[in-house]
Protein backbone atom coordinates (compact mmCIF):
# COMPACT_ATOMS: atom_id res chain seq x y z
CA UNK A 1 0.00 0.00 0.00
CA UNK A 2 1.40 3.64 -0.61
CA UNK A 3 2.36 5.80 1.97
CA UNK A 4 0.20 9.07 2.34
CA UNK A 5 2.61 11.91 2.04
CA UNK A 6 2.47 14.73 4.75
CA UNK A 7 4.18 17.91 4.82
CA UNK A 8 4.68 19.67 8.12
CA UNK A 9 5.40 23.46 7.94
CA UNK A 10 6.56 25.19 11.25
CA UNK A 11 8.84 28.19 11.86
CA UNK A 12 9.61 26.31 15.31
CA UNK A 13 12.70 23.68 14.75
CA UNK A 14 11.36 21.78 17.95
CA UNK A 15 7.72 21.60 17.27
CA UNK A 16 7.71 20.50 13.80
CA UNK A 17 10.24 17.81 14.98
CA UNK A 18 8.41 16.96 17.47
CA UNK A 19 5.49 16.56 14.96
CA UNK A 20 7.67 15.00 12.22
CA UNK A 21 8.40 12.29 14.80
CA UNK A 22 4.91 11.59 16.30
CA UNK A 23 3.84 11.32 12.52
CA UNK A 24 6.98 9.09 11.49
CA UNK A 25 5.94 6.50 13.98
CA UNK A 26 2.63 5.46 11.79
CA UNK A 27 3.48 2.92 9.06
CA UNK A 28 0.83 4.36 6.56
CA UNK A 29 2.72 8.21 6.41
CA UNK A 30 5.58 9.54 4.82
CA UNK A 31 6.43 12.63 6.30
CA UNK A 32 8.86 15.63 5.38
CA UNK A 33 9.65 19.12 6.83
CA UNK A 34 9.90 22.25 6.20
CA UNK A 35 10.26 25.91 8.27
CA UNK A 36 8.66 28.06 5.02
CA UNK A 37 7.13 27.79 1.75
CA UNK A 38 8.98 29.96 -0.98
CA UNK A 39 8.38 29.71 -4.84
CA UNK A 40 11.30 27.62 -4.61
CA UNK A 41 9.84 25.12 -2.33
CA UNK A 42 6.31 25.44 -4.14
CA UNK A 43 8.10 24.01 -7.05
CA UNK A 44 9.79 21.22 -5.34
CA UNK A 45 6.47 20.45 -3.78
CA UNK A 46 5.04 20.64 -6.80
CA UNK A 47 6.69 17.47 -8.44
CA UNK A 48 6.09 15.64 -5.15
CA UNK A 49 2.83 17.05 -3.90
CA UNK A 50 1.68 15.60 -0.48
CA UNK A 51 -1.60 14.62 0.02
CA UNK A 52 -1.78 16.50 3.76
CA UNK A 53 -0.09 19.61 4.74
CA UNK A 54 0.08 20.62 8.42
CA UNK A 55 0.86 24.49 9.00
CA UNK A 56 1.74 26.19 11.82
CA UNK A 57 0.39 29.49 12.30
CA UNK A 58 1.64 30.45 15.47
CA UNK A 59 4.62 32.12 13.81
CA UNK A 60 4.26 35.22 11.74
CA UNK A 61 0.38 34.35 11.90
CA UNK A 62 -0.17 36.22 8.64
CA UNK A 63 2.84 34.69 6.61
CA UNK A 64 1.83 31.17 8.04
CA UNK A 65 -1.37 31.76 6.55
CA UNK A 66 -0.08 33.48 3.39
CA UNK A 67 2.13 29.94 3.26
CA UNK A 68 -0.86 28.01 3.76
CA UNK A 69 -3.14 30.22 0.80
CA UNK A 70 -0.52 29.84 -1.61
CA UNK A 71 -0.09 25.99 -1.38
CA UNK A 72 -3.62 25.39 -1.29
CA UNK A 73 -3.72 27.36 -4.32
CA UNK A 74 -1.01 25.33 -5.72
CA UNK A 75 -2.32 22.17 -5.11
CA UNK A 76 -6.27 22.36 -4.66
CA UNK A 77 -6.30 18.50 -3.99
CA UNK A 78 -4.07 18.45 -1.07
CA UNK A 79 -5.66 18.26 2.20
CA UNK A 80 -4.71 21.31 4.76
CA UNK A 81 -4.75 20.97 8.40
CA UNK A 82 -3.88 24.54 10.10
CA UNK A 83 -2.91 24.15 13.82
CA UNK A 84 -2.70 26.94 16.20
CA UNK A 85 -2.59 27.71 20.08
CA UNK A 86 -4.70 30.93 19.90
CA UNK A 87 -7.77 29.36 18.15
CA UNK A 88 -9.93 32.51 17.89
CA UNK A 89 -12.54 33.04 16.08
CA UNK A 90 -10.85 35.46 13.59
CA UNK A 91 -8.48 33.03 12.95
CA UNK A 92 -10.85 30.28 12.31
CA UNK A 93 -12.04 33.18 9.68
CA UNK A 94 -9.10 32.74 7.88
CA UNK A 95 -8.62 29.25 7.78
CA UNK A 96 -11.78 29.12 6.42
CA UNK A 97 -11.30 31.46 3.83
CA UNK A 98 -7.36 29.09 3.22
CA UNK A 99 -9.76 26.12 2.56
CA UNK A 100 -8.32 23.90 5.72
CA UNK A 101 -9.70 20.75 5.98
CA UNK A 102 -9.27 20.94 10.17
CA UNK A 103 -8.42 23.80 12.28
CA UNK A 104 -6.85 22.80 15.29
CA UNK A 105 -5.14 23.32 18.91
CA UNK A 106 -1.14 22.67 18.82
CA UNK A 107 -1.70 20.69 22.04
CA UNK A 108 -3.73 18.59 20.38
CA UNK A 109 -2.76 14.50 20.92
CA UNK A 110 -0.68 12.73 18.69
CA UNK A 111 -3.76 10.03 18.82
CA UNK A 112 -5.96 12.91 17.34
CA UNK A 113 -3.69 14.43 15.07
CA UNK A 114 -3.02 11.20 13.16
CA UNK A 115 -7.01 10.48 12.98
CA UNK A 116 -6.97 14.04 11.45
CA UNK A 117 -4.72 13.04 9.10
CA UNK A 118 -6.12 10.23 7.67
CA UNK A 119 -9.58 11.64 7.84
CA UNK A 120 -8.28 14.83 5.69
CA UNK A 121 -6.31 12.61 3.51
CA UNK A 122 -9.80 10.60 2.63
CA UNK A 123 -11.21 14.05 1.47
CA UNK A 124 -13.03 14.66 4.79
CA UNK A 125 -13.28 18.18 6.25
CA UNK A 126 -13.21 18.10 9.95
CA UNK A 127 -13.51 22.03 10.28
CA UNK A 128 -17.13 21.55 9.21
CA UNK A 129 -18.16 19.94 12.75
CA UNK A 130 -16.75 23.23 14.31
CA UNK A 131 -18.36 25.24 11.84
CA UNK A 132 -21.97 24.10 12.29
CA UNK A 133 -22.32 23.00 15.59
CA UNK A 134 -21.26 26.37 17.05
CA UNK A 135 -23.84 28.71 15.57
CA UNK A 136 -22.15 32.09 17.45
CA UNK A 137 -19.05 30.87 14.86
CA UNK A 138 -20.64 30.57 12.43
CA UNK A 139 -22.74 33.67 12.46
CA UNK A 140 -19.30 36.03 13.18
CA UNK A 141 -17.90 33.98 10.56
CA UNK A 142 -20.86 34.69 8.09
CA UNK A 143 -20.60 38.85 9.07
CA UNK A 144 -16.90 39.01 8.67
CA UNK A 145 -17.62 37.84 4.99
CA UNK A 146 -19.77 40.28 4.59
CA UNK A 147 -17.56 43.04 6.29
CA UNK A 148 -14.98 42.30 4.18
CA UNK A 149 -16.92 41.93 1.39
CA UNK A 150 -15.39 38.41 0.64
CA UNK A 151 -17.43 38.04 -2.39
CA UNK A 152 -19.05 41.44 -3.84
CA UNK A 153 -22.51 40.82 -4.64
CA UNK A 154 -22.50 41.64 -8.45
CA UNK A 155 -19.49 38.64 -8.87
CA UNK A 156 -22.00 36.50 -7.31
CA UNK A 157 -24.15 34.26 -9.78
CA UNK A 158 -26.23 31.87 -7.94
CA UNK A 159 -28.33 29.54 -10.06
CA UNK A 160 -31.27 27.89 -8.61
CA UNK A 161 -30.90 24.57 -6.91
CA UNK A 162 -33.00 22.04 -7.09
CA UNK A 163 -34.75 20.52 -4.05
CA UNK A 164 -32.88 17.57 -3.82
CA UNK A 165 -29.91 19.77 -4.35
CA UNK A 166 -31.09 22.26 -1.52
CA UNK A 167 -31.68 18.80 0.27
CA UNK A 168 -28.64 17.63 0.21
CA UNK A 169 -27.06 20.85 0.90
CA UNK A 170 -28.75 20.88 4.07
CA UNK A 171 -27.42 17.67 5.51
CA UNK A 172 -23.81 19.09 3.67
CA UNK A 173 -24.07 22.24 6.30
CA UNK A 174 -24.72 20.26 9.21
CA UNK A 175 -21.43 17.77 8.59
CA UNK A 176 -22.75 15.05 7.07
CA UNK A 177 -20.44 13.33 4.86
CA UNK A 178 -21.32 11.94 1.15
CA UNK A 179 -21.85 8.16 2.22
CA UNK A 180 -23.72 9.40 5.02
CA UNK A 181 -26.04 11.47 3.26
CA UNK A 182 -26.55 8.64 0.68
CA UNK A 183 -27.79 6.16 3.44
CA UNK A 184 -30.22 8.97 4.37
CA UNK A 185 -31.54 9.57 1.48
CA UNK A 186 -31.39 5.99 0.35
CA UNK A 187 -29.46 6.45 -2.75
CA UNK A 188 -26.05 5.87 -4.55
CA UNK A 189 -22.81 8.02 -2.87
CA UNK A 190 -22.00 8.31 -6.79
CA UNK A 191 -25.63 10.19 -6.95
CA UNK A 192 -24.34 12.41 -4.04
CA UNK A 193 -21.00 13.34 -5.59
CA UNK A 194 -22.74 14.00 -8.90
CA UNK A 195 -25.18 16.55 -6.85
CA UNK A 196 -22.20 18.41 -4.95
CA UNK A 197 -20.67 18.79 -8.01
CA UNK A 198 -23.24 20.47 -9.51
CA UNK A 199 -23.91 22.71 -5.96
CA UNK A 200 -20.83 23.95 -6.52
CA UNK A 201 -21.02 24.56 -9.85
CA UNK A 202 -24.27 26.66 -9.36
CA UNK A 203 -22.81 28.78 -6.48
CA UNK A 204 -19.49 29.30 -8.11
CA UNK A 205 -17.78 27.62 -4.74
CA UNK A 206 -14.48 25.62 -5.03
CA UNK A 207 -15.12 23.77 -1.70
CA UNK A 208 -17.94 22.63 0.38
CA UNK A 209 -17.79 24.79 3.05
CA UNK A 210 -17.69 27.88 0.79
CA UNK A 211 -20.98 26.63 -0.71
CA UNK A 212 -23.02 26.06 2.83
CA UNK A 213 -21.59 30.15 3.34
CA UNK A 214 -22.69 31.44 0.01
CA UNK A 215 -26.12 29.25 0.27
CA UNK A 216 -27.10 30.87 3.88
CA UNK A 217 -25.69 34.05 2.85
CA UNK A 218 -28.34 33.53 0.12
CA UNK A 219 -30.92 32.47 2.15
CA UNK A 220 -31.22 29.15 0.43
CA UNK A 221 -30.50 27.17 3.51
CA UNK A 222 -29.94 28.38 7.14
CA UNK A 223 -28.43 26.91 10.39
CA UNK A 224 -31.09 25.38 12.98
Known amino acids: MDKMKVLVVSQQAFFRQ ?57 LPKMGLILLSSTH ?3 QFFQALKAQASAYMKKEVAPEEL ?25 MQVLHKFQELSWRAENEISVSPLTSRETEIL ?17 ISEQTIKNHVTSILRKLNASARTEAVVLAIKQGLISIS
Not at 33 to 45: G, H, M, R, S, V
Not at 115 to 134: D, H, K, L
Not at 170 to 186: D, H, M, P
Open 18 to 74: GVWHSLSENDDMEVATTDEIDQQALNEIGEQPPDVSIVDVDGSSDDCLVMARKLKQR
Open 88 to 90: NDS
Open 114 to 138: NSAVRSVARGESPIQETFTTRQKVA
Open 170 to 186: RYVSQGFLNKQIATELG
